[in-house]
C-alpha cells in the first residue's frame, strides 16, 4: 500500500483558486493510477478526477471539467490537483487515492489507498 497525506485546502471565496498536494510514500506509487475524490456532509464519496501512472491520461468528473486539472510528479512522489474558478458546491474534504491498477478509474471500489482528507470550504 501507499501512506498519502493531503494538504492545500482551506477557505476561498467564490472564484477563487486552490492547489491540493497529495504527499505519497512507497515504492508503488509511479506505477498506479491516482485520484481525487470529494465528500460533502451528508453525501455519498464522490469521483473528482483520475490519472493514469504516467500521467499522460486524465479523466474528470462533468463537475469538474473546465475548472479543475490534476496532474503528478513521480520523481516526487507526489499527486496534485489544481482548482479555479471554485464554486460554494465545491465545498468538501478532498481526499486522495491510489488506484490498484495503472489507470485512473472513476470506481471507490478500485482505490486501496487513502489520504486523511483535507477540507476546502468555498464561501458565496
Known amino acids: 500500500q501507499v501512506k498519502l497525506v493531503e494538504s492545500g485546502g482551506g477557505l476561498v471565496q467564490a472564484g477563487g483558486s486552490l492547489r491540493l498536494s497529495c504527499a505519497a510514500s512507497g515504492r508503488t506509487f509511479s506505477s498506479r493510477g491516482m485520484g481525487w475524490f470529494r465528500q460533502a456532509p451528508g453525501k455519498e464519496r464522490e469521483f473528482v478526477a483520475g490519472i493514469s501512472w504516467t500521467g499522460h491520461s486524465t479523466y474528470y468528473a462533468d463537475s469538474a471539467k473546465g475548472r479543475f486539472t490534476i496532474s503528478r510528479d513521480n520523481a516526487k512522489n507526489t499527486l496534485f490537483l489544481q482548482m479555479n474558478r471554485l464554486k460554494p458546491e465545491d465545498t468538501a474534504v478532498y481526499y486522495c487515492?491510489?488506484?490498484?491498477?495503472?489507470?485512473?478509474?472513476?470506481?471507490?471500489?478500485?482505490?486501496?489507498?487513502w489520504g486523511q482528507g483535507t477540507q476546502v470550504t468555498v464561501s458565496s
Open positions: 487515492a491510489a488506484a490498484n491498477k495503472a489507470y485512473e478509474s472513476t470506481e471507490v471500489s478500485d482505490y486501496d489507498s
